[in-house]
């Protein structure tokens, strides 16, 4: 390569040069490649042009991420919400304040079902989605069913009437086309 400043045709012998010379020949070297770079003299092969194609087309705001489907704000916020409800449901278990009997267990079951599809609807995950999905829908339906065996004026039961409501909006939401098409 006759042309290119980077090449010299005296090279010395790097046996004979001192160390600080070849410090200086080399960052000689980068600074000139660095000019021919900043000039835009350095001309692509046919097949390295083609991969930066593809890498641009396939990752267009150049964040590092391929294309396809992204979480939805909703489904994280839902997620983060059913997570830290789930956690604070195993220390009330845990704790003994739904008894010792099966609605302990129970509730330690069916938060730990929730947790863990929490984690796979992070990942976009059809099963994370499945559970979570499953859960939401229990969970309202037990406000519901704990409300109707209370018999309690609807005054009284409107928190769980409100948590209720909370879980079938979840629910509704995670059963959007939309939401779908982006689990797999």
């Not at 040069?17 to 070849?22: D, F, L, N, W, Y």
């Not at 000689?28 to 046919?46: C, H, N, Y």
Request: glycine letters at 10%; a positive charge; proline letters at 4%.
């Amino acid at each position: 390569m006759p042309n290119d400043p980077t090449h010299d045709s005296k090279q010395k012998n790097p046996e004979s040069m001192s160390v600080a010379e070849a410090d200086r020949e080399f960052a000689a070297r980068v600074e000139a490649a660095e000019a021919t770079r900043r000039q835009g003299r350095i001309k692509l092969s046919p097949e390295a042009a083609a991969r930066v194609r593809q890498q641009r087309a396939a990752d267009p705001d150049g964040t590092g991420e391929a294309g396809g489907p992204k979480m939805l704000p909703g489904m994280a916020m839902i997620a983060l919400f059913v997570l830290v409800y789930a956690l604070m449901n195993v220390i009330a278990a845990w704790r003994g304040l739904f008894g010792n009997g099966i609605t302990r267990y129970g509730t330690l079951a069916i938060c730990s079902m929730l947790v863990i599809g929490v984690f796979g609807l992070l990942r976009l995950r059809r099963w994370g989605w499945a559970l979570v999905l499953g859960g939401t829908l229990f969970t309202a339906f037990s406000y519901v069913l704990r409300f109707i065996t209370a018999h309690v004026p609807i005054n009284q039961g409107a928190g769980l009437l409100v948590w209720a409501a909370f879980f079938t909006v979840f629910f509704l939401y995670l059963v959007r086309d939309e939401v779908r098409e982006r689990v797999h």
